[in-house]
T-cell receptor, first 109, second 116 residues
C-alpha cells in the first residue's frame, strides 16, 4: 500500500480556515485519496475523497496537486466540533482503508 | 437514518473467556470491515468481507480470532481465548464494493473490550 505522511498535530482558531496537508509521493494511478476524521470516543467518519480534480462537499474541500503527490483538506471555517484526528488514506481498487496516525486538530475558541 | 450497529458497546471479561462482538451493517451494503484501535497501534485492519466472503484477514491473529458473516445482516468477530492484550476498541464498518476505490465506508460506534 502506498503510504501517506501527515503532521502529527495542528492547531487552529475557531471560525478560521484550516489547511491539513498530506504527502503521498508513491501514489499510483488508480489510488483514490480519502479523508476520514475521528471525533473523540467515536468511530471514524467519512469526510471527502477524490482522484485527480479538486472536490467540494458540505463538510470540506479537497485540493489535489497536479502531480497527485500531495493533497490538502480544507475546512473553510473551523468550529470546536471539528476537533478530531484527520486521516489521509490512499485507497486502491478492491482494497480496504488502511489508517495511519493522522493529524490531531485542536481548535481553540 | 441508516447506521452500522455494533453490540455490545462495552465488554469486560476475564482472561481465557470467549468474546463475541456483533455488527449489523447498513442494509444493502455488501462490504464489511473489522478494525481494532489501541493507543499504541492506532487503527488496524483485522478482516474484510465482500458479499459475505472473506477477502483479507491477514491482520487477524488466526489462533484466537475468527470472523464470520452468517448472513448479510450480521457479522461477528470472536476471540477465544481472550487475553489482556486484546483490550481495545473494535470497530465494524460497511460499504458498497469498492470496485474503483471511490466508495465510502460507514463506521459503527465500536465495542470497547477490556480483558482482565
Amino acid at each position: 500500500d502506498a503510504k501517506t505522511t501527515q503532521p502529527n498535530s495542528m492547531e487552529s482558531n475557531e471560525e478560521e480556515p484550516v489547511h491539513l496537508p498530506c504527502n503521498h509521493s508513491t501514489i499510483s494511478g488508480t489510488d483514490y485519496i480519502h479523508w476520514y476524521r475521528q471525533l473523540p470516543s467515536q468511530g471514524p467518519e467519512y469526510v471527502i475523497h477524490g482522484l485527480t480534480s479538486n472536490v467540494n462537499n458540505r463538510m470540506a474541500s479537497l485540493a489535489i496537486a497536479e502531480d497527485r503527490k500531495s493533497s490538502t483538506l480544507i475546512l473553510h471555517r473551523a468550529t470546536l466540533r471539528d476537533a478530531a484526528v484527520y486521516y489521509c488514506i490512499l485507497r486502491a481498487p478492491l482494497n480496504a482503508l488502511n489508517f495511519g496516525k493522522g493529524t490531531s486538530l485542536l481548535v481553540t475558541p | 437514518d441508516a447506521r452500522v450497529t455494533q453490540t455490545p458497546r462495552h465488554k469486560v471479561t476475564e482472561m481465557g473467556q470467549e468474546v463475541t462482538m456483533r455488527c449489523q451493517p447498513i442494509l444493502g451494503h455488501n462490504t464489511v470491515f473489522w478494525y481494532r484501535q489501541t493507543m499504541m497501534q492506532g487503527l488496524e485492519l483485522l478482516a474484510y468481507f465482500r458479499n459475505r466472503a472473506p477477502l483479507d484477514d491477514s491482520g487477524m491473529p488466526k489462533d484466537r480470532f475468527s470472523a464470520e458473516m452468517p448472513d448479510a445482516t450480521l457479522a461477528t468477530l470472536k476471540i477465544q481465548p481472550s487475553e489482556p492484550r486484546d483490550s481495545a476498541v473494535y470497530f465494524c464498518a460497511s460499504g458498497l464494493a469498492p470496485g474503483r476505490a471511490n466508495t465510502e465506508a460507514f463506521f459503527g460506534q465500536g465495542t470497547r473490550l477490556t480483558v482482565v
